[in-house]
C-alpha cells in the first residue's frame, strides 16, 4: 500500500490534487476533516483548549472555530500551544486509520491531504511527499474566492507557514498548479503512475 501526502501553503490547490489523486483510485484521508472532528467530540482535545484559552471560546458547546483562529493568528506563542493540542492527535488518528486500511488488505494507495504536514513533522508518515505550488497572487485569489477569509488574514496565514520554497526543496514530487486544471491533473496522474505502478 503507497502512501502519498500533498501538502502545499494556503491556496496552493492541494484539495483539488489530493481529490484528482482519488479520481484516480486513492482512498482519501484528510486532516482537516480530523481536527473538525477533534473540535468537535473529543473531549480532552476541548477540556484542553478551554483551560488554555477560556470559555468564551464556546457557543452552546461549540468551539467558536473563527474566533479561535483569529485569536491564535494574532498570537504565535497562542498558535504554538493550539498546535500542541491539536497535531500530536491528528497524527495518532492519521495512523489509526491506516492501520485499519492495512488490515482490511487494501491494495489502493493512500493520499493524505495534510496543510501543515511538514510544520507537524508528519512527512514519515507517508512513502512519498507531493508539494502543490502556486502564486502568491493566485492563493489569495483562491481564498478570497470561497469567503474563507478576508486578504488580510490570508496574508497573515501566509506568514505563519513554512514558505513555499523550503518545501519544494523536502519534496518528492512537486505539481506547478499556475495553469490549467488539464495540466494539473496531467502531472498528477504522471506521479500517480510512477508511484503505484512502478513500485
Sequence with gaps: ??????????????????????????VLIEADAIVHQLLEKHGGCRRKIKSLFGGEMFEHGRIQTKRLAEMVFDDERALKALEGIIHPLVEKEIKAQLRRIRQRKCRRPVVLEIPLLFEAKMEKLADAVVVVRSSRKLQIERVLRKKQMTSRQAMARLRRQMPQAEKIKRADFIIDNRSSKGTTRAQVRRIFSALVHHT
Design 1 to 26: 500500500m503507497t502512501v502519498i501526502a500533498v501538502t502545499g501553503n494556503l491556496g496552493s490547490g492541494k484539495t483539488t490534487v489530493a481529490r484528482m489523486f482519488t479520481d484516480l483510485g486513492a
